[in-house]
């Protein structure tokens, strides 16, 4: 049965360009999971954008003397293209300082406060003496007041995940010059989230034995120590506050975490309009039957676990206050928090000021998309921290993909093709041939069935399986000795091709570019997964801007496809390159190492 599936993918920060750290948690995950929903007949909508408000992108275009709007562009612009040239199908992938974007969020704001979730309070805001300007909560430090880390920022702990404010931290410093903040009255709005304790609590313990154990563990923990939470800044970069006497004040701007997770719904609701059926969003927002997925690193568990779903049900009237939908309707809660742990790179955290650090680009500037979404899929962390390492990515490149993967299509396609130009037909089969079409078959069903739980370490180990026992099997046949018995040369490079044929498809998903590639040499006509494209694209004829989009209805189906003997060869092209392991040595040297 077609389900309707979200897959709601983090928001890259718009204040520099992505490294390959930050796409291993959410860029690549999320593409993988996404186009073996489409292949098994759902109906995807995968969204997401660029998050261009908050504090740092202010810093950072102070630093550069450049408007914080300005900042947002560039980056925006780098890393759209980015993420298109690593093949990550987003049906929008838009930005968060769109007209449409403000439109929702104050919606958001507006509907909770009408339920009585959200309530003004004076609190407390940094000041620096020197200067006498807000200081943003991130260039607060101090020790985190719950497990007593001594690098807590006043806006969250790294090491607990627990929200904080700047005036909890022990011994606040200023990030940027050292000294310490003064606190001066200033008024700000909450979000209630004790109010939302018990529904967050059984709707949590619903997801047991469904999550990853480590997502739902820390979800749960963070419920121990529930706190109203300020939604609103000292700041002039930002959704304004939707009230009267508050939409006006330019220094009173939406806490960028808050506007942040509704760009969920904002791109869903821009998609429809863009598509136009401005109502379409409605079928994986309001539907009981649809299912949302939502990517990330484990740092953001917390926006998506807890607070997020907070605000979800108290925009749909349900918490300790009840209240009624606000104008958009009930709107449904995630229904898995799929987080990845950690990359490091070399041993150590990556850095863009330490230079430990690869980006996007560069990456793809040197090697293909296809050999990092493999190893990210293969050696990424999924489940645990895990270690970047430039020799193990030449290792597996060459071992994995271009040995076992690329060499199983070459020299099937090669050798079929030379010898008979076309798909052969198969003759009587024996127990060997019979074996091992019948083992690549049955692991669509393994295979699918890891994917539909996100568990892609498993899924590409399996179906690598299967590319490993069909090289297995050409060594023992060895059709290239059987000269004199074309029958049954035909007859294996058949059950070869039919297995290439397989394991292309239960490839596609990680691999869609060289799966792409497979289909055309094996005759496959018309596109068969699609690829993500950059539009410009405007509001009313606003300033235009880019966005990711595609079209994703290639051939592509989660089953097992009979070849079609006499369906035409050509000789194929290498689908992998094969890399120098000078390479290491070079990407080291240019780690400063
Ligand atoms: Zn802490």
Not at 291 to 307: C, L, P, S, W
């Amino acid at each position: 049965m077609s389900q309707h599936i979200l897959t709601a993918v983090a928001w890259p920060y718009a204040n520099g360009p992505r490294h390959i750290g930050h796409v291993s948690g959410f860029g690549v995950p999320s593409d993988v999971f996404s186009r073996y929903q489409r292949m098994a007949g759902n109906k995807v909508l995968m969204v997401s954008g660029t998050d261009e408000h908050g504090t740092p992108i202010q810093v950072q275009a102070d630093k550069e003397g450049v408007s914080a709007r300005e900042l947002a562009d560039r980056y925006n612009r780098v890393i759209a293209e980015d993420l298109t040239g690593l093949g990550l199908s987003y049906d929008l992938f838009t930005r968060t300082t769109t007209k449409n974007h403000y439109a929702v969020t104050q919606q958001i704001f507006k509907g909770l406060y009408d339920n009585g979730y959200i309530f003004p309070k004076t609190t407390m805001g940094a000041i620096s003496p020197s200067t006498g300007r807000t200081l943003p909560d991130r260039y607060i430090e101090g020790t985190c007041p719950i497990c007593g880390y001594d690098g807590a920022r006043g806006d969250q702990c790294d090491n607990c995940g627990n929200q904080l404010d700047p005036i909890q931290l022990v011994n606040p410093k200023s990030r940027i010059n050292g000294e310490t903040p003064v606190f001066v009255e200033t008024e700000h709005f909450m979000l209630d989230l004790p109010a939302f304790a018990d529904v967050l609590g059984s709707y949590l313990q619903s997801k047991q034995g469904e999550w990853r154990p480590n997502v739902l563990k820390f979800a749960l923990n963070l419920l121990g120590d529930l706190q109203p939470r300020a939604i609103s800044r000292d700041l002039d970069w930002g959704v304004p506050i939707p009230l009267d006497g508050w939409r006006d004040q330019s220094n009173k701007r939406l806490y960028v975490w808050f506007d942040a997770v509704i760009g969920y719904l904002s791109a869903s609701i821009e998609w429809a309009r863009r598509s136009g059926d401005p109502d379409a969003w409605r079928q994986w927002w309001q539907n009981p039957d649809a299912r949302g997925y939502y990517f990330m690193g484990k740092d953001n568990i917390v926006f998506h676990a807890e607070i997020w779903p907070a605000m979800l049900f108290g925009y749909s009237g349900i918490g300790a206050r009840d209240g009624s939908p606000g104008s958009l309707g009930a709107l449904n809660v995630p229904s898995e928090v799929v987080s990845s742990e950690f990359l490091t790179m070399e041993g150590k955290k990556f850095s863009s000021s330490r230079q430990v650090v690869i980006y996007v680009r560069d990456f793809l500037a040197r090697y293909d998309a296809d050999a990092l979404r493999y190893y990210i899929a293969v050696a990424g962390p999924e489940n645990q921290d895990t270690d970047f390492t430039w020799q193990e990515f030449v290792n597996r490149n060459n071992g994995e993909l271009v040995a076992a993967w690329g060499n199983l299509v070459n020299r099937s396609i090669s050798m079929a093709a030379k010898n008979f130009g076309a798909v052969p037909e198969a003759g009587d089969l024996t127990d060997a041939d019979r074996a091992l079409l019948e083992r690549s078959r049955g692991a669509f069903a393994p295979v699918g069935a890891e994917l539909n739980r996100s568990r892609f370490k498993n899924a590409i180990t399996e179906a690598f399986d299967v590319v490993r026992e069909a090289n297995k099997y050409l060594a023992e046949q060895e059709p290239w000795k059987l000269k004199d018995d074309p029958e049954r040369q035909k007859s294996i490079l058949h059950v070869a091709l039919q297995v290439v044929d397989d394991a292309k498809t239960m490839l596609t998903p990680f691999l869609p570019g060289s799966s792409n590639k497979v289909h055309a040499m094996l005759g496959g006509e018309g596109v068969w997964s699609g690829m993500p494209e950059m539009r410009e694209v405007d509001e009313d004829g606003g300033t235009p801007y880019p966005v990711i989009t595609g079209d994703y209805d290639g051939a592509a189906r989660w089953e097992h496809q009979p070849i079609k003997p006499g369906t035409p060869l050509a000789p194929p092209v290498p689908l992998f390159k094969k890399l120098d392991p000078k390479v290491v040595d070079e990407e080291l040297s240019r780690l400063g190492q």
